[in-house]
């Protein structure tokens, strides 16, 4: 089977590390990949947003599968646009992803919101504000105690959710982001009421038809800081499994979210096919959906793809075909600490094309290749905020965690940063 796999982050290198020992694998090709993903297929210089170059790549090199890595090109309408190209063509092709419909969870915050009322999914209480109805959001801010949750209704990189203590500063703030802080993302913005408690990360594939698979779950670290201080980030590191995801909690994010987040799906006719990722919370002992996300997480997926110790492309084609009969997966019983190295400066300004030293296959760890491209003379090069990230196998967090911080001090590139505490708050 010929695969492609859209995108060029962490996520995307981790994924493509999987495929890529799978006996079924024919040719393999990553579009447009990084410096690291050349090592398990072929790179390909196009655009996951180019629907027309990724189509020619299909024809070219006769593609089987696509696999969409990020939710840009979901949310524009991938799914649809290859799918229509491929029957005027009368050619097979299946897409691991959602149409434009079920992207709409994650390209849409207010979409994702009232879906998760119409179903009775637990979240937290919200408020969606336009420029129309500006005092209305003011009076919802007012009967939240702080902190406020600000969030742009659309994609915005990942940068688009802001917290904020001081009532009169999330009045502004709001202001700001329907005036276009975030651009067109933030021309409707999300007020959610805040939640206290752990984050976690919960990774599902379904097939359309109501059958679906659970991956590991893990927890993921999005400031900059240690202890958690500082501005979000894409992400500055993960574990897998939280200690916390027990077997009691994960039978409620069963009952209470997954199953009716599929069944919801089926109800509105969105024929889902492909990754949901959902952003969670444990307030007390009950799960809170945060966020949905049509694809999987980053940096999560660098700790959950290698516990994964079934072949994972049977699973996406049968999700593809929307024939999920076997949703079990052998999951290695190791913990897995991914450690994310990333430019000085961000998830502010920061410099690209520094040259990366040191050892990229260490032994006993696994490197993910995240912001790097290739440059002159064979060396790899920073190309990203976030440009790699190590990943470890131990007995539980602390052995696995060291082992991740060993490989990493291996590792140099000019203004390379690196949280020392991942893992530590679960211990």
Known sequence: MNVLLLGSGGREAAIAWKLSQSPLMGKFFIAPGNAGTADYGTNLAL???????????????????????????????????????????GRELLIMGPGAAGAALEGSKDFAKAFMGRHNIPTARYL????????????????????????????????????????????????????????KASAKVVIEEFLSGIECSVFVVTDGKGRYAVLPP????????????????GGMGSVCPPPFCT????????????????EGLIAEGIDYRGFIFLGLIRCGEEPYVIE?????????????????ASDLLPMLVAT????????????????TVAV????????????????????????GSLV?????????????????????????YGKDIIDASAKSYAALADINFEGMYFRRDIGKDLL
């Not at 927890?219 to 240690?226: A, F, S, T």
């Not at 079990?328 to 190791?334: K, N, Y």
């Open 340 to 363: 994310m190295a990333v430019s000085g400066g961000y998830p502010g300004d920061y410099a690209k094309g520094k040259t990366i030293t040191g050892n990229l296959r260490p032994e």
């Open 247 to 262: 077997e009691a909690f994960m039978a409620k994010v069963d009952e209470k979210i997954i199953r009716p987040t599929v």
């Open 320 to 335: 593809a075909k929307g024939e999920l009969t076997d949703t079990t997966l052998d999951i290695d019983p190791r913990t």
């Open 292 to 308: 949905y996300n049509v694809r999987m997480g980053d940096p999560e997926t660098e700790s959950v793809m290698p516990r994964i």
């Open 47 to 89: 655009k996951p947003t180019d629907f027309d170059a990724v189509y020619a790549a299909v024809c070219e090199h006769g593609i089987d599968l696509v696999v969409a890595g990020n939710e840009d090109p979901l949310v524009a309408g991938l799914r649809e646009s290859l799918e229509a190209k491929a029957a005027a063509d």
């Open 128 to 183: 969606t504000v336009t420029e129309a109805n500006l005092a209305e959001g003011d009076a919802f801010l007012e009967s939240l105690t702080a902190p406020y949750v600000l969030k742009a209704d659309g994609l915005a990189a990942g940068k688009g959710v802001l917290i904020i203590d001081n009532l009169d500063e999330a009045r502004r703030s709001l202001r700001e982001m329907l005036a276009g802080q975030f651009g």
């Open 368 to 392: 993910f290749h995240a912001g790097t491209r290739e440059g002159a003379n064979g060396t790899v090069e920073t190309a990203g905020g976030r440009v790699l990230a190590a990943v470890s």
């Open 218 to 233: 893990a927890k993921d670290y999005k400031r900059v800081g240690e202890g958690d201080t500082g501005l979000n980030t």
